[in-house]
């Protein structure tokens, strides 16, 4: 058996799955370098050639992801920002078919809690291995997340960091973002939890979260789990600059206790302000509002991860599956 069929092996057989590509052109610096890098990898693995879909500015993935799984497809690879990753979510959510991130855009907040920051290779490898994990999603109206939501300074700090800026500097480009609105007036807010009685606070910002990590790899709610049919709802509360370095402290530590923070727990999450807010999904900004309703839809999407096992962290494995990917990718040009 040479080189090749053990790889192929090693993936499942010879009997490669089908998949798509959605990717927007945009955040790709080469376009057709990526189409020969997944198409030889893919092939190196055993797999058909896969589909190809563009995204646009009238739909940023899901209609194409929609037709990919009319044609068959058993995996959808998302290549692009947090709007292509959401985007592919929001046509996979109920389906058979699973997703796997190939992330393309600065920040991209699902493949930060797959541990892939940018990683192509580990991608395809994660994806072909075949680990699988059925996850939990939030939904929002017509929307889907997988990460979190948020109302307040965190869809501020996503707004006013420039695209420019994010393609130069990555994830740390929203620290410019969010230095500007460290001194903001607080937003009060009625936050509704179930049926519970509502909670009332004068808040920075509210999250609500199905996984727990944020840019740059740092865990906020180490309680989150994507599975576990619970969402996780933060509430910071932080009102000076010393109040912030000691919140991003205690998160940086990965202290039991932050402070200016309050966590809570529920299915249903109603949040209402006492005047328009900044609203993101996953990363990706959202119209402004003076309300974001989020509920939880149980075991609705198929993600391809480098741990399958039911571990808190799907990140495990992560940097291994790189490795492999590499070799994968390497095995691919020389034949």
């Known amino acids: 058996m040479d080189a090749g069929q053990d790889r192929r092996a090693?993936?499942?057989?010879?009997?490669?799955?089908?998949?798509?590509?959605?990717v927007n052109p945009v955040k790709v610096a080469d376009l057709d370098e990526l189409r020969r890098t997944v198409h030889d990898a893919l092939a190196a693995a055993g797999w058909p050639e896969p589909l190809w879909?563009?995204?646009?500015?009238?739909?940023?993935?899901?209609?194409?992801?929609?037709?990919?799984?009319?044609?068959?497809?058993?995996?959808?690879?998302?290549c692009g920002g947090d709007g292509t990753v959401m985007s592919c979510v929001s046509g996979l959510v109920g389906t058979d078919v699973a997703l796997a991130v190939l992330p393309q855009g600065t920040g991209n907040l699902l493949a930060a809690n797959l541990g892939l920051s940018g990683d192509l290779a580990a991608g395809l490898e994660v994806a072909v291995e075949r680990g699988r994990r059925l996850l939990d999603v939030g939904a929002v109206e017509d929307h889907y997340f997988t990460v979190m939501a948020g109302m307040g300074f965190d869809a501020?700090?996503?707004?006013?960091?420039?695209?420019?800026?994010?393609?130069?500097?990555?994830?740390?480009?929203?620290?410019?973002?969010?230095?500007?609105?460290?001194?903001?007036?607080?937003m009060k807010v009625s936050i509704r939890i179930d049926d519970q009685q509502p909670i009332r606070r004068r808040a920075r910002?509210?999250?609500?979260?199905?996984?727990?990590?944020?840019?740059?790899?740092v865990r906020l709610l180490t309680e989150a789990e994507p599975d576990d049919g619970y969402l996780d709802v933060a509430v910071l509360t932080p009102r000076t600059l010393r109040h912030w370095l000691a919140l991003g402290w205690a998160v940086v530590r990965k202290q039991d206790r932050v402070p200016r923070m309050e966590v809570f727990r529920g299915r249903r999450v109603e949040i209402t302000s006492n005047r328009a807010q900044p609203r993101e999904l996953d990363g990706d900004l959202i119209a402004p509002g003076r309300t974001l309703k989020a509920e939880i839809?149980?075991?609705?999407?198929?993600?391809?991860?480098?741990?399958p096992e039911q571990a808190p962290d799907l990140a495990d494995d992560a940097q291994a599956a790189g490795e492999r990917g590499e070799e994968l990718i390497e095995e691919a040009r020389r034949e």
């Open 10 to 22: 090693a993936h499942g057989g010879g009997g490669g799955l089908r998949s798509a590509v959605v």
């Open 53 to 78: 879909f563009e995204t646009t500015v009238e739909d940023p993935g899901r209609g194409q992801t929609e037709k990919a799984v009319e044609a068959g497809v058993d995996v959808v690879f998302a």
């Open 156 to 186: 501020q700090m996503l707004a006013d960091t420039s695209e420019t800026t994010k393609r130069r500097f990555g994830w740390p480009a929203y620290v410019v973002g969010a230095a500007r609105h460290l001194r903001d007036r607080p």
């Open 205 to 217: 910002s509210v999250l609500i979260a199905n996984v727990g990590r944020l840019q740059g790899g």
């Open 297 to 307: 839809r149980r075991r609705a999407l198929w993600l391809c991860v480098p741990q």
